[in-house]
């Protein structure tokens, strides 16, 4: 694989099995992390996508990135880039 998946509920890259949610059945998500989706569910179903991109810039911004890669994130990961995103289209 060249690209990493994107979480397509909050944009998070999943590179790791540990990384990505899961379904009803326990099998791993193909498309959403674990901060997003467990047992076939949403987290936190009750956001707004609001909340939902303050919430996830907090956990990233919080997350151990590096400096250039948190300058990155404060450029790319906009409201915009998460409405492309399948949950929020
Ligand atoms: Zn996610």
């Given at each position: 694989m060249?690209?990493?998946?994107?979480c397509?509920?909050c944009?998070?890259?999943?590179k790791?099995?540990?990384?990505?949610?899961?379904?009803?059945?326990?099998?791993?998500?193909?498309?959403?992390?674990?901060?997003?989706?467990?047992?076939?569910?949403w987290?936190?179903?009750?956001?707004?996508?609001?909340?939902?991109?303050?919430?996830?810039?907090?956990?990233?911004?919080?997350?151990?990135?590096?400096?250039?890669?948190?300058?990155?994130l404060?450029?790319?990961y906009?409201?915009?880039?998460?409405?492309?995103?399948?949950r929020?289209?």
């Amino acid at each position: 694989m060249a690209k990493p998946n994107l979480c397509q509920s909050c944009g998070m890259p999943m590179k790791v099995p540990s990384e990505y949610g899961t379904e009803k059945d326990g099998t791993p998500s193909e498309k959403f992390c674990h901060y997003c989706y467990q047992n076939g569910k949403w987290v936190q179903p009750d956001l707004t996508f609001d909340e939902f991109y303050a919430f996830s810039l907090k956990k990233f911004q919080e997350s151990d990135m590096n400096r250039i890669e948190k300058f990155f994130l404060n450029k790319m990961y906009t409201k915009k880039f998460l409405k492309k995103l399948e949950r929020w289209r």
